[in-house]
Structure formats: C-alpha cells, structure tokens
C-alpha cells in the first residue's frame, strides 16, 4: 500500500480504541510513507478524490518514481496521568505533545526549536513545526476539530510527526555529560500575564536570553 501519510492509520486506531471506551490511550508507528516527486503528479494526488481542477500527466510523472520517506507518527489522548485519590483529572494538552517531542530529540542529543506552522490538520495557535539547524524535521499540534470529527474521535487529540531520516542524519551518536554541581539548584514556579498577542516563541526566547536561565530536565 504506498500511503503518503501515516496520520490516516493511526488515528483510525485511535478511534477503534475509543470505540472500545478506552480513554487515556498513547499510541505511535514507524513507517514509510512515498510521495510524487513531480508537480503535477502532486496536484493529481491532491485532487483526485475532490475532482477539483484537471491536471494532466507529464511524461516524468508516468517514469518517474516516488520518493520514500520514513516517518514517525504519534498521538496522545486523554488524561496527563493516571487518576489517583490525589490528583484531579488534568487532560493532555499541546504542550505536553510539545515536550514528548522535546525529550525525544534530546535522547538523540538533538536540540529544536520550534516555529508556527501552517499545518491545516492541526488547529491555528496550538501547532508548531519542529526545526533544527534551520531544517524542519517535523511538527506537533492539536489535531483540529473537523478532522478530529472526519475520524469520530471524541476529546483533544495531540499529534506528532517526525520525518525519521532527517532525525538519525542529524543525531549524534555521542552521550554529553556535565559534572554534578557543588551546590543544590533551586526551582522556582513563576507565572507570567502577558498579552495574547504574544507568541510562546517570543516568550521563550526572552527568558532563554539570560546567562543565568538553564532548562531543568
């Protein structure tokens, strides 16, 4: 079967799984995706269920073959964790898709950043495209409402995709260590009003601005 995106599969899973009143549910895939390589093969994938436009083959299109990518596809749904006589039921959110993909860079000793994306699968505000080195590798967000409702998923569903061949050519195989320090850190809580304008990049990057910020793991 040549898919050209994993999302398809795993959020039918997805919604197998909350047919069967399974609520707090994780899941991910590994595997290849292939996509034309030509433009107007493209634009004939794009089109062809909606019958909008006409596009015509090109000799290159009819020879040539399409690319293979590697793709790593991941959703999350449900409650942070697990419910408990002491904790009230918090549900997952972007940001915890976020640092899902944050920690999963760093244990490749990669460092990302991340920018808006003009993803349409996923909702406006809450998506972001992963890049490093200036190349996007992937993209984290919300998954929006009117796929969410294509699929009868019920609740927020958070999605992450991950192009794998990008990732293993970027990471390094070396482990980075640092000596213990000689003195306990201290954590502090602070939260911030700003104005809704303002986007977390933004946010981000003024707080990472100060020599004496480190980010606790």
């Not at 002491?86 to 920690?103: P, S």
């Not at 460092?111 to 972001?128: C, K, M, N, V, Y």
Request: with cysteine; glycine share 8%; hydrophobic share 40%.
């Amino acid at each position: 079967i040549y898919r050209t995106s994993l999302r398809a599969g795993v959020l039918t899973t997805l919604a197998n799984n909350q047919k069967h009143e399974e609520a707090d549910i994780r899941l991910f895939e590994i595997g290849k995706i292939f996509l034309p390589q030509y433009p107007s093969a493209i634009a004939l994938s794009q089109n062809a269920e909606s019958g909008e436009g006409e596009v015509k083959q090109s000799p290159q299109d009819k020879e040539g073959l399409p690319h293979e990518k590697e793709m790593l596809c991941a959703v999350l749904s449900g409650s942070r964790r697990e419910l408990s006589w002491h904790d009230n039921k918090e549900l997952l959110d972007f940001f915890d898709a976020k640092g899902v993909a944050e920690r999963l860079l760093e244990q490749l000793g990669l460092t990302s950043t991340f920018e808006p994306s003009d993803d349409e699968g996923l909702l406006l505000g809450r998506r972001a495209d992963v890049i490093i080195g200036g190349d996007k590798v992937g993209v984290v967000g919300n998954l929006h409402s009117k796929v969410a409702q294509g699929f009868e998923l019920s609740g927020l569903v958070c999605l992450i995709e991950m192009d794998v061949e990008k990732l293993m050519n970027k990471a390094s195989g070396a482990k980075r260590y640092q000596p213990i320090p000689r003195f306990p850190s201290i954590t502090r809580d602070i939260a911030l009003v700003i104005n809704e304008q303002v986007t977390f990049q933004e946010t981000e990057a003024i707080i990472q601005s100060f020599p004496l910020v480190e980010k606790n793991h």
